[in-house]
């Protein structure tokens, strides 16, 4: 993927027998209110390229409420690639708590010994992730940007941004199993859904009663999703960078996102500057997002912000710089000051709507 | 209500460069602050002692400059502050690191019981989240991570009821004390120092604890040798192989432009194509 700048002497990895035994690639399947969080179908997608690689079988692990809806999740998970899934059911299961889920995936981990265990960088997977390494004593790396193997050892190359996003860097785990990493939404590509691809289910119980946990979940508040920007998911994206010189300015992005039924994005400048919510920042400190249109206006194209964008299918660049690093990775660039090229997009995308809807 | 407040001493990113003809990072200069994400946990430490009584201790694993942050940290009203700093802490990832505070936390324990432990979100250079929890599992402390709201503190039960941020929602949770809390960004403004607390920070005599001190057990835990993960390369991200293609139309109008590029992507991204056709 990249020029090394800094190369660090190669090391080799040997395992103890004992950890010679962990075989098989997981990924924890994160849900949440009876949905499975995205994130986890993504990684079943990059696990099953893994356990490829490895010769090895992809699992996916489902901790819940005893009843249907978790064997549901077991089922999709199939169709995403796995080929079987580690099943926990108990009562406790039923909302997301530390100690349980804790508890329970450490002794599946301890029970039947992956060598690789995935989990989304959500508040729910980095709060379980961080515990369960603790516990079993092995090496995390957090939000990685890719997952691969080395063909020489078979260890997990995990690379993630460093030094608040400047640099990239790859990491290994030493004579430790299983390698654990999180991975942030939108980060890998969904997998297609395979209908009718079938897999095996493990059952295993937890030795936990509601006696034995000390926190208990008084009420959940759902987000009242109306007026959340969904950035993470949204199709079409139109972001606007300091470029657009003040706050006044950014109504032309917001028009342009009208015009395609988009959602608005940011620079982390402008959402510094107020201009815009907190929760429209792309990149490294914001979203990570993965739209198929993704509409970059003033923006220079910093690291930041490009981290958390280059998985757009199709990224429009407007900069009035023609050697602004956003160039570098667009795929159309447009030379000019976004004051007048904004709102001829607007009329242009406009135009062709309507063509198309004549079209049907 | 004795609280433990652990910060990390981090180059401001803001300020950090890299090279562009050697591609190394550029650290000459780079200002050291307290991770921006610790100031909520200190200030929400701060007020339980307001409402509360009793005490807020600091504490960092850090090569001696870190004395700063810790100054910076007593200034803002903490009382006490430990700096744990020994040689062989070098190298740490966040399994050794959690180890170690988690050590340091129980001596200071044996002096003043500790009721609270907090933690940042996550810092701003190791970027991980995970020595928050680390620290909990270690001394076996109910774990409250992204917490928003301390919504309130029974003081006689030792219980405590928080929100904590969840994928899609707000979880509302009672736990005992202690605790361990990593606190959400945003969830309060740091105070301004006072006149005579930054005179205190000032001639404050720095508790320096080596490994012996902190009650280090097990030296193979701690520093590179404790650590499972090791950094095998480090390296600048490459541009996409092929740069933009760039619309201009000679002589042309923006809206020429604009035509022009719906043109090419039409033909180029027939998945944008379809995308639009849908919002039509
Ligand atoms: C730890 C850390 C985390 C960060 N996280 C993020 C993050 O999540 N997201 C993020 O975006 N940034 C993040 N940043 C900041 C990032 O490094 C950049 O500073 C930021 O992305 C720059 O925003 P910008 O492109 O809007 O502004 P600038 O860099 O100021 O660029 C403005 C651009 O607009 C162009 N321009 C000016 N006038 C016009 C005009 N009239 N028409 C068209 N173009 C014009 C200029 O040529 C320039 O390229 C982070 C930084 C750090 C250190
Ligand atoms: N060396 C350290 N000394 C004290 N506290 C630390 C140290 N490293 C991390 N922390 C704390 O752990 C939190 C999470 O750090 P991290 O896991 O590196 O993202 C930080 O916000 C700090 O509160």
Avoid at chain 1, 283 to 305: D, E, F, N
Wanted: glycine share 8%; charged share 25%; net charge neutral.
């Amino acid at each position: 993927m990249s020029e090394e700048t800094q190369v660090k002497k190669k090391r080799k990895i040997v395992l103890d027998e004992r950890l010679l035994a962990y075989k098989g690639v997981w990924v924890f399947i994160e849900h949440e209110r009876g949905q499975v969080h995205p994130v986890s179908w993504e990684l079943l997608g990059e696990g099953r390229k893994l356990a490829d690689m490895l010769g090895v079988e992809l699992a996916g692990v489902v901790l819940a409420a005893p009843g249907e809806e978790a064997k549901r999740f077991c089922e999709e998970a199939y169709q995403y690639g796995a080929d079987l899934c580690y099943l926990m059911q108990s009562e406790v299961l039923a909302d997301y708590r530390n100690d349980p889920f804790t508890q329970g995936l450490t002794e599946l981990v301890n029970a039947y010994q992956p060598e690789i265990l995935l989990l989304g960088a959500t508040t729910q997977g980095r709060d379980l992730a961080g515990s369960v390494a603790t516990t079993l004593q092995t090496g995390l790396t957090a939000d990685c940007t890719g997952l691969t193997i080395d063909p020489d050892n078979r260890s997990l190359l995990s690379t993630r941004p460093t030094f608040g996003g400047s640099l990239l860097c790859t990491i290994v785990t030493l004579n430790y199993r299983p390698q654990m990493a999180t991975v942030r939404p939108r980060v890998m590509a969904m997998p297609e859904k395979v209908p009718g691809r079938v897999g095996r289910i493990v059952e295993h119980p937890l030795a936990m009663a509601e006696d034995d946990i000390v926190t208990k979940v008084l009420e959940f508040i759902a987000d009242d999703s109306r007026d959340k920007p969904q950035l993470p998911f949204a199709d079409i994206i139109v972001a606007g960078g300091r470029g657009l010189g003040k706050p006044e300015n950014f109504q032309l992005v917001r028009d342009l996102a009208e015009a395609l039924g988009a959602e608005v994005g940011a620079s982390r400048p402008v959402v510094q500057a107020g201009w815009v919510e907190l929760d429209r920042q792309v990149g490294q400190s914001g979203k990570t997002v993965r739209p198929k249109l993704y509409i970059a206006a003033g923006i220079s194209g910093a690291i930041q912000h490009r981290v958390g964008m280059e998985g757009a299918d199709c990224i429009i660049a407007i900069n009035n710089d023609p050697n602004a690093p956003i160039f570098d990775f667009a795929h159309y660039g447009i030379v000019g000051d976004a004051m007048t090229i904004l709102p001829a997009l607007t009329e242009a995308f406009r135009q062709k709507l309507a063509t198309l809807k004549q079209a049907g | 209500m004795h609280s433990v407040v652990c910060i990390k001493q981090v180059p401001d990113s803001a300020q950090i460069r890299v090279h562009p003809v050697t591609n190394t990072i550029m650290r000459q200069g780079v200002p050291a602050i307290i991770n921006p994400y610790d100031l909520f946990a200190l200030e929400e430490a701060l007020r339980l002692k307001d409402r509360f009584g009793g005490k807020v201790t600091v504490i960092t694993m850090g090569p001696p400059q870190a004395e700063v942050a810790l100054r910076k940290a007593l200034s803002f009203g903490a009382d006490d502050a430990i700096l744990v700093t020994d040689k062989s802490f070098a190298g740490a990832d966040t399994l050794a690191t959690s180890y170690a505070l988690a050590a340091t936390i129980r001596q200071i324990a044996k002096e003043s019981p500790v009721d609270m432990v907090f933690t940042g979100k996550q810092t701003i250079d190791g970027d991980t989240a995970q020595v928050g929890p680390g620290i909990a599992k270690r001394m076996d402390l109910q774990l409250l991570t992204y917490v928003s709201r301390i919504v309130s503190v029974d003081q006689d039960k030792r219980e405590i009821v928080v929100e904590r941020r969840a994928e899609g929602g707000v979880q509302v949770l009672k736990t005992s004390l202690p605790c361990l809390i990593t606190m959400l960004e945003g969830s309060n403004q740091m105070r301004f120092g006072t006149m005579p607390d930054m005179f205190r920070a000032a001639r404050y005599e720095m508790k320096f604890w080596d490994k012996t001190a902190a009650g280090i057990e097990d030296v193979t835990k701690i520093g590179l040798k404790g650590s499972p993960t090791v950094v095998n390369k480090v390296f600048t991200p490459s541009p996409r192989s092929e740069k933009a293609e760039m619309i201009a139309v000679e002589g042309g109008s923006p809206a020429d432009v604009a035509v022009a590029l719906l043109a090419k992507m039409a033909a180029r991204f027939p998945l944008v194509e379809k995308e639009l056709a849908k919002r039509a």
